[in-house]
């Protein structure tokens, strides 16, 4: 059964970063997409990064390529999202996702319903 567990969220001033980390267990990188959404309040999920099984292809939004950044780190099975030039619409709980689907689409990666397992999600806001 896979598990996610993100952490690192917290208050923030605008401009400023945060590394959100997402520690998973019974998924194996390689064998894994793995993604981060957002939620905001009163809004739907939001698709903000995602790398494939080979961890060659990624994916970014929009609203946030050049300012975030997604990784992985094999050794210890965590995926991080670094988060900079922070603004306050990035106030947000942001989850981690994974799926193991060989035949996972490059349009896949932008939906929820795409994804086969999900984090508890980390709060992140940015204000002053």
């Known amino acids: 059964q896979v598990q996610l567990v993100e952490s690192g969220g917290g208050l923030v001033q605008p401009g400023g970063s945060l590394r959100l980390s997402c520690a998973a267990s019974?998924?194996?990188?390689?064998?894994?997409?793995m993604g981060w959404f957002r939620q905001a309040p009163g809004k739907e999920h939001e698709f903000v990064a995602a790398?494939?099984?080979?961890?060659?292809?990624?994916y970014y939004a929009d609203s946030v390529k050049g300012r975030f950044a997604i990784s992985g780190d094999k050794a210890k099975n965590t995926v991080y999202l670094q988060m900079n030039s922070l603004k306050p619409e990035d106030t947000a709980v942001y989850y981690c996702?994974?799926?193991?689907?060989?035949?996972?689409?490059?349009?896949?990666?932008?939906?929820?319903?795409?994804?086969?397992?999900w984090g508890q999600g980390t709060q992140v806001t940015v204000s002053s």
């Open positions: 996702a994974a799926d193991p689907s060989p035949g996972f689409s490059a349009s896949s990666y932008y939906r929820t319903d795409a994804w086969a397992s």
């Open positions: 019974g998924c194996t990188f390689g064998a894994y997409a």
């Open positions: 790398f494939s099984r080979n961890g060659i292809n990624i």
